[in-house]
């Protein structure tokens, strides 16, 4: 592999040509060679100590899994009036991750966006796992998992069916549907790259593998006419879903009675927390791995300054919604729901409070200026620092608003256990161990999809020349005539 | 849609114009392969343009059929054509067999093919290595044999696969095949290559009905389960023997007050009645896209090919169909000859 020596600027502004959305010579041989590369060449070192430490941190969360369905959720730091503690401050954080897969395979392409596609593949492949992550949470919360089958409508000798007109069972279909959609629309897309893999194979284990989920897939136009149709009315579908899941998922809380929790802000400032710390992960994930696997053609500093103006914009809309709470906590003149916010800000838990704000509104502020944003270094620490302000919000939002509710004398300070904390930390193991298999054996970049970008901006380009050449042509001959 | 109707008109003139210089093409080709017995063979064949004219005059007529695109993706492969054919080869079914040369011989023209290339390296690189991969790839489509039904002779053309480098040359590669009537054939691009459409009469796809109506039901069943399992509860219940027999199946509702609010409640049904009418669409619209591109196949003719595994790489195909109604192996290798590709390769069943 191969790897241009410094990043070429790609991140100018000039509206007289475009920029490229892929750096360096490239045709559609090397597209292929260098994206399949990755797969069919020799991992590098550093992907074997990645995964090493990744699977023994995921070890850690089978262990803290195994200990919890032995013992159950009093290994946890649960109390009486925080009886949701880390678990769902996890799921929501993991869950907005997620968006941002969605976002760049689904709204972007809808918007003709079309640096996506250099980045499509991996931020859906981190939205699966993500959902996975997510998903594990809720399954294992409920304390006797093997009841676990009781959130679906199953019928039973006891006609006993879930409460349909409860969020959490809103949240229980949004989950799952989101998971579902957003698995078919990878799959749908990695489905011409896995046939050129199968194509390019040169063991037989790799030919039946890959030819068995490339599904036959032999490039056939009449199959892209209907494929391109799908994958439209696919992105068309997502798009919806990824704005409702997170507003059902704020619904958990918007719909209780909890002062603090209980605002019609909750679904479109909570979207927009997804997107924004969805984004910093697939900074914080692509930032190295198109290092590590030379992918820097594709993934480009363009793209990378794109989503730092995303996190730029979706950060300061969530600094705008941690403002409007405070407001109409004063506005509404309700004294419960003041007490709940002038508890957030100064009570026992302001120093998460603090870390929430600095994080998440102040850090993103350094996106205003183009050099920050173009550089990789400041974006791969501000994108871990999004991260770590965003998992802080859910606490904040969670833990503060249960401590402290409505009777002080059942107000309890909430501390987390050694199995909460390796739990969390043991999810993140599941999420890497993924990714970087996925990193290894698949088409990290979508390969017809970059191709076809890259046709149409040859084409343009090509039209532009001759269009030039015309217009040269036309001037010349003006000029003779008079 | 509107391809069709122009087609008869514009058959004319794209084959008016395609005609000259391809058959140019075909003939500097020949004249260029170097291999000395072939030439009689080879003209055999070019001297068919006049034949290949007739082709295309009969064709004509039947270029209003090019219809028969979508609908033949629904049917079976009309198996008639396929039983006159071998009746039709019969008598010269022993010909090829004798005349293998002959059938090699659009092969022959691989120097030729590889001139141009020799221009740029890079392309050839991934050449030089396909021989390797060469039992893989048969092996991977030997048990096609009982794909197609009529156990085939290990020579038996399947079809013809014709190279293009460009989508230029493809574009206007498809419009001759298109044009010339025949509907069992297809492009083979690594990525869609847009604007093919019209140059293949490719008909709007069917698959927004299906999504609507996967979305329709998802909507109908997220409200039809709220309503049973929460709305109402069963106004009887059934007893005795039959009761046991039928109360597994039927289980009632459950009516269960909340604080006072009422059991049945559109809004509180809207979320789930939303995401079930995502997911079916969803559902739809994959799998819908899937039946109808009749995928899975692990098994097609354009897989013997070894070079068609740039396919889904940097190369584009278009691949014409032994099972075509019109496909005639002299008149078709004439026809693909023309097309102005950069090879031209005969698919046969893998020997072995």
Sequence with gaps: VSETAADFNNTFDDPTRRSPLITGEHDLTTITDRICGVVEGKPPTIWWIALAISASVMSLLGLCLAYLFICGTGTWGLNNPVTWGWAIVNFVFWVGIGHAGTLISAILFLFR??????????????????????GLFPGVH??????????????????????????????????????????????????????????????????????????????????????????????????????SVHSVVSFD????????????????????????????????LLIPAREIFGLKDFITLRHIENMNKVILATGSI??????????????????????????????????AYLIMVSCNVITPQIFWIKKFRTNIYITFVASIIVNIGMWFERFVIIISSLSADFIPAAWDYYHPTWVDVLTFVGSFGLFMTLFLLFCRFLPMVAMAEVKLTYMELKHMEHNRHEAEALLAEAAQGKEATS | MTDESKTPEEAKDDVVKDEEPKADDAKSGDTKSDAPEEPSAAEKVLAEPSAAEKVLAEAEPKAEEPKAE???????????????????????????????????????????????KAEEPKAEEPKAEEPKDDDGGDGDDGDGDDDDGAPSEPNETLGFLIEFETEEGLKS???????????????????????????????????????????LTGC????????????????????????????????????????????????????????????????????GMWGLNRLPQFHHPVFHSERFRRASQDRYFISIEATDPLFDRDRTLALAQRLGGTHLEELVEAEE
């Design chain 2, 70 to 116: 979508e609908p033949k993706a629904e049917e079976p492969k009309a198996e008639e054509p396929k039983a006159e054919e071998p009746k039709a080869e019969e008598p010269k079914a022993e010909e090829p067999k004798a005349e293998e040369p002959k059938a090699e011989e659009p092969k022959a023209e691989e120097p030729k093919a590889e001139e141009p």
């Design chain 2, 220 to 287: 109908l069943a997220g409200l039809g389960l709220q309503l049973y399992t929460n709305g109402i509860e069963l106004p009887f219940s059934v007893t005795g023997v039959l009761g046991a027999l039928v109360d597994p199946f039927l289980p009632s509702g459950y009516g269960f007050v909340v604080s006072g609010k009422p059991v049945f409640s559109v809004q509180a049904n809207i979320p789930v009645v939303f995401e079930l009418t995502i997911l079916l669409s969803a559902f739809g619209s994959f799998f």
């Design chain 2, 173 to 215: 590669g498809c419009a001759s095949v298109r044009d010339a009537g025949y509907s069992n054939w297809d492009a083979h691009t690594p990525y869609p290559v847009h604007g093919l459409d019209e140059a293949m009469g490719v008909r709007p796809t069917i698959l927004p009905w299906i999504v609507f109506f996967g979305g």
């Design chain 1, 142 to 243: 409920i304390g006797r998992v093997w009841y676990a089958y009781y959130l679906a409508p199953m019928p039973n000798q006891m006609d006993m069916w879930p409460q349909f007109r409860s969020p959490l069972l809103w949240d229980v279909f949004a989950v799952n549907t989101y998971f579902t959609v957003s698995l078919l629309f990878w799959y749908m897309g990695l489905v011409p790259d896995l046939a050129t893999l199968r194509d390019r194979a040169t063991s037989r284990v790799r030919q039946m593998a890959y030819g068995f989920f490339a599904l036959g897939w032999r490039g056939s136009h009449r199959h892209w006419h209907r494929y391109e149709r799908a994958y439209l009315i696919l992105a068309a579908l997502a798009t919806p879903l990824v704005l």
């Design chain 1, 253 to 284: 809380f918007a719909v209780s009675q909890v002062p603090g929790w209980h605002t019609t802000i909750f679904p479109p400032y909570f979207v927009a927390g997804a997107i924004f710390s969805g984004f910093a992960m697939v900074l914080t």
């Design chain 1, 113 to 134: 966006q079309k640096w996506r596609t250099g980045i499509n593949r991996s931020a859906e492949a981190m939205t699966i796992f993500a959902v996975i992550c997510a």
């Design chain 1, 318 to 351: 969530v600094g705008l919604a941690y403002g409007t709470e405070f407001f109409i906590a004063w506005y509404s003149d309700n004294p419960l729901e003041q007490f709940a916010f002038r508890n957030r800000m100064f009570g026992h838990y302001w120093w």
